[in-house]
């Protein structure tokens, strides 16, 4: 499950980053607002963490843009503003909760599973696609009723990605991204490939097709 955590101090982020990571959560870091506008156009994230005050912008300003062009991903504002009237201001821009600095590491994470499970809630527990089901609850897939087989988390995490993106040529520079963090060491080059093999094993080679020198995509019909 990917994050995007906005904050400009740089110990803070690492701590941050660090815990999240620990959790079990693919964690980029951003330190500016340009950084994360840029990173939200490119990526798909399942939540974002947004401090405030940073050096070339508001966070909030970034929520409420975020909200105008319609995206949904859930925002908890990180900040050390803690009267009434900021929280008031941070949710009516659009984010979901408000925790202020500093804070204990616990509350962070229920809070963010907290807003996980209300998407989750929010949308289907199952993604159904061209005979195939992927239960994100479980994270096991099934073709055309057959049984399910369970998923690793990367499976899974390219699968659901795929599936969300339907009839896209999808590069192998862009999936590989969903796999892995922006400041982790560069991964086998051979990676995407691997998986894509085992989720065809599973899922039938005519729905995950390659399109030579440009990547994959995923049948729908």
Same mark, same amino acid.
């Given at each position: 499950? +990917?994050?995007?955590?906005? /904050?400009?101090?740089?110990?803070?982020?690492?701590?941050?980053?660090?815990?999240? +990571?620990?959790?079990?959560?693919?964690?980029?870091? =951003?330190?500016?607002?340009?950084?994360?506008?840029?990173?939200?156009?490119?990526?798909?994230? /399942?939540?974002?963490?947004?401090?405030?005050?940073?050096?070339?912008?508001?966070?909030?300003?970034?929520?409420?843009?975020?909200?105008?062009?319609?995206?949904?991903?859930?925002?908890?504002?990180?900040?050390?503003? %803690?009267?009434?009237?900021?929280?008031?201001?941070?949710? /009516?821009?659009? =984010? %979901? %909760?408000?925790?202020?600095?500093?804070?204990?590491?616990? /509350?962070?994470? =229920?809070?963010?599973?907290?807003?996980?499970?209300?998407?989750?809630?929010?949308?289907? =527990?199952?993604?159904?696609?061209?005979?195939?089901?992927?239960?994100?609850?479980?994270?096991?897939?099934?073709?055309?009723?057959?049984?399910?087989?369970?998923?690793?988390?990367?499976?899974?995490?390219?699968?659901?990605?795929?599936?969300?993106?339907?009839?896209?040529?999808?590069?192998?520079?862009?999936?590989?991204?969903?796999?892995?963090?922006? %400041?982790?060491?560069?991964?086998?080059?051979?990676?995407?490939?691997?998986?894509?093999?085992?989720?065809?094993?599973?899922?039938?080679?005519?729905?995950?097709?390659?399109?030579?020198?440009?990547?994959?995509?995923?049948?729908?019909?």
């Amino acid at each position: 499950m +990917k994050l995007l955590l906005l /904050e400009d101090d740089d110990l803070l982020a690492e701590s941050l980053a660090e815990s999240l +990571k620990d959790n079990g959560y693919l964690v980029d870091v =951003a330190a500016s607002v340009k950084a994360a506008s840029s990173l939200m156009a490119t990526e798909r994230y /399942e939540l974002a963490i947004i401090d405030v005050g940073l050096p070339d912008g508001s966070g909030l300003t970034l929520v409420s843009q975020w909200r105008q062009q319609n995206r949904d991903t859930p925002i908890l504002i990180l900040t050390a503003r %803690d009267t009434w009237e900021d929280k008031v201001i941070g949710l /009516e821009k659009g =984010a %979901d %909760d408000y925790l202020t600095k500093p804070f204990h590491e616990a /509350e962070l994470m =229920a809070r963010l599973k907290a807003l996980l499970r209300r998407r989750s809630v929010q949308h289907s =527990a199952r993604l159904t696609l061209s005979g195939v089901i992927l239960d994100e609850a479980s994270q096991c897939v099934s073709v055309n009723g057959q049984a399910e087989h369970p998923l690793t988390a990367t499976e899974f995490r390219l699968l659901r990605y795929l599936m969300h993106h339907p009839n896209r040529v999808l590069s192998k520079d862009l999936l590989l991204d969903q796999l892995y963090t922006l %400041d982790q060491d560069a991964a086998a080059s051979n990676l995407v490939e691997v998986y894509i093999a085992r989720l065809r094993r599973y899922v039938g080679k005519s729905l995950i097709q390659t399109r030579r020198g440009q990547g994959y995509v995923f049948v729908a019909y």
